[in-house]
């Protein structure tokens, strides 16, 4: 359909990453393919070209289209040479039919052209293609609105995973140290207690890691949701694909008054509004025309029995041109009140357009002020982990020099694992921010391969 390929270049772009998908991700005729798997691997890219063919709004909003175009094809019609035939054939007693004959039939075809609707063909027609321009909008937005759903669902996969190598790195430390101090309390040189604390730290870190590993768990489960993989075969049920990409920090930066004009310009929301609103307008054209008269011209030909004729098609045939016009002079003041309705809904409409541009700055502003905040503590949570790794090995020397005591050891140890876990948290905060912000604007979902720093502990 014409007006898929005037979608912007976010449905291009994805349709871009499509072609570069297994086959098993394609679509079929038009349709996902019902027999795609679990892949052996999954990326970001992949996943949100899955989603721009297979998550469930995403292919509603596309019917809606398909429902708007079917609307404008109808109003159409009323700008085009309507051509209707009609015939009938009729047989009885000889003493009712005309003339004495005891059949009859009769045959015609007649071409009918509004000439003059007093506008309101035309305006139907403009009202109805903005509304199909204000479809394709609501697509765009949609698609936005679920691009930034699956990026922040594969982040929340990705930090998931990562939070489960921390408890395991924290988990290997706490068990390093009860080996080190069974050593020391068989040589003697501690008491009993140490160990019975070294043993409650490794069982009281059990609990994080069992409740990490089920939240990868679930956040998988929530990234296929949105990703719209419906597929519950036996192979499928439990294979898990290898997630491949890192929350990584790649400094941005935003100005506010530079994103409030982008958004301003390129929001699809808002654009749609305003699409509505002329729409609106042409409304009111359309309906002002019930004041006017109407103007056609018709033209035919008829076919008919004539007299002692018993035979098709007839002997009685000719052609038929005219013009006919009506005009409602007193309608009860229907078109009154439909003028009136029209003109509330355009001004429900700006009152509307008012609304979404407040609503759109305070998200601009809301998402830059998370952005900044998500940033600066990015960038603190860097020197952190590093100060905690080093008073984790300072920790240990003193107490092997023993100079130290083993809860030194133990809370140098938690620190280091809170400060890997707020690290992990701060980035996958800045990497969505980075996204709502890009959303907010009114931008299309862009994958971002530049890479400067990772996780530690990868």
């Not at 930034?148 to 408890?167: A, C, G, M, N, P």
């Not at 749609?272 to 307008?281: F, G, I, Q, S, Y």
């Amino acid at each position: 359909m014409k007006y898929f390929m005037r979608l912007p270049s976010l449905i291009l772009a994805g349709a871009s990453l499509l072609a570069a998908l297994p086959v098993h991700a394609q679509l079929n005729d038009g349709k996902p393919d019902p027999d795609y798997s679990v892949p052996e691997r999954l990326d970001l890219e992949y996943s949100l070209a899955f989603a721009i063919d297979n998550n469930f709004t995403i292919r509603q909003a596309k019917e809606r289209i398909r429902q708007q175009e079917g609307v404008v094809l109808e109003v159409r019609a009323a700008e085009i040479p309507a051509v209707t035939g009609s015939g009938g054939y009729q047989r009885n007693d000889a003493a009712v039919g005309p003339t004495g004959e005891d059949r009859y039939w009769s045959f015609d075809i007649t071409a009918r052209q509004i000439l003059y609707a007093g506008g309101g063909v035309r305006a139907n027609i403009r009202e109805q293609q903005l509304s199909l321009d204000a479809a394709v909008l609501a697509l765009q937005e949609i698609i936005n609105e679920s691009l930034l759903d699956v990026r922040t669902k594969f982040y929340t996969v990705l930090v998931s995973r990562e939070k489960i190598k921390v408890q395991e790195q924290n988990v290997e430390l706490l068990q390093r140290q009860l080996q080190d101090v069974k050593n020391r309390f068989e040589a003697g040189t501690v008491s009993n207690f140490e160990v019975l604390r070294a043993e409650v730290a490794v069982a009281n870190a059990q609990v994080p890691l069992i409740t990490a590993r089920n939240d990868y768990r679930l956040s998988i489960e929530t990234l296929r949701q949105v990703l719209g993989f419906t597929t519950a075969t036996d192979v499928n049920v439990t294979k898990i694909p290898e997630f491949m990409g890192t929350l990584d920090f790649v400094p941005a930066s935003f100005d506010l008054r530079s994103a409030l004009s982008t958004a301003r310009e390129h929001r699809p929301d808002l654009l749609r509004l305003r699409k509505l609103e002329t729409a609106a307008e042409e409304g009111i054209v359309a309906r002002r025309a019930g004041y006017y008269p109407n103007l056609s011209i018709y033209g035919g030909y008829d076919w008919r029995k004539g007299i002692g004729s018993n035979s098709l098609p007839g002997d009685r045939n000719g052609w038929t041109v005219g013009l006919s016009s009506s005009w409602n002079i007193f309608d009860g003041r229907a078109t009154a009140g439909r003028v009136v309705q029209a003109r509330s809904f355009l001004e429900q409409t700006k009152l509307a357009v008012g609304e979404t541009q407040l609503a759109v700055d305070v998200e601009v502003r809301r998402a830059i002020s998370t952005f900044q905040q998500a940033t600066e503590l990015a960038e603190a949570s860097k020197k952190v982990v590093t100060q905690a790794e080093e008073a984790v090995r300072l920790a240990n020397a003193r107490y092997n020099a023993g100079t130290a005591t083993q809860l030194d050891v133990l809370t140098s140890q938690v620190d280091l694992t809170t400060a890997r876990l707020n690290q992990l948290q701060a980035f996958y905060s800045y990497n969505v921010a980075v996204a709502t912000t890009r959303k907010a604007m009114g931008l299309s979902d862009e994958l971002r391969p530049t890479k400067v720093m990772n996780y530690p502990g990868k």
